[in-house]
């Protein structure tokens, strides 16, 4: 199980980063990928990182999110900056089967849906 925190109520153009830990099991040796579902609106894609740091985002968020990870701490962080009204949403991470092509970094999802964490951005 994967557990996202950092989340939280940030004004236009503020930012937030955001982390998912494992407990009881290592991140390394498979992808994790962010992703974020809106009020009234269907889960979607942010982005991915492969086991050995390579990435791959959706255009919303392209040049305004990094996701990183950190193996020794057991952790994935998605940095968040100049965050919109339309960024808000509760986030949430997964493990996927490291890919080969990016474009398959997305699924499938091995472990479940945690929690995730509210992001709420003021106009």
């Known amino acids: 199980q994967l557990v996202e925190s950092g989340g939280g109520l940030v004004q236009a153009g503020g930012s937030l980063t955001l982390s998912c830990a494992a407990s009881?099991?290592?991140?390394?040796?498979?992808?994790i990928a962010w992703f974020r579902q809106a009020p009234g609106r269907e889960r979607e894609r942010v982005s991915c990182?492969?086991?050995?740091?390579?990435?791959i985002y959706e255009d919303s968020v392209r040049g305004r999110f990094t996701t990183t990870r950190d193996n020794a701490k057991n952790t994935v962080y998605l940095q968040t900056n100049g965050l919109k009204p339309a960024d808000t949403a509760v986030f949430y991470c997964?493990?996927?089967?490291?890919?080969?092509?990016?474009?398959?970094?997305?699924?499938?999802?091995?472990?479940?849906w945690g929690k995730g964490t509210l992001v709420t951005v003021s106009s």
């Open positions: 009881g099991s290592s991140l390394e040796g498979y992808a």
């Open positions: 990182i492969r086991s050995d740091g390579r990435t």
């Open positions: 997964a493990a996927t089967h490291d890919p080969l092509e990016m474009e398959h970094c997305y699924s499938p999802v091995l472990t479940g």
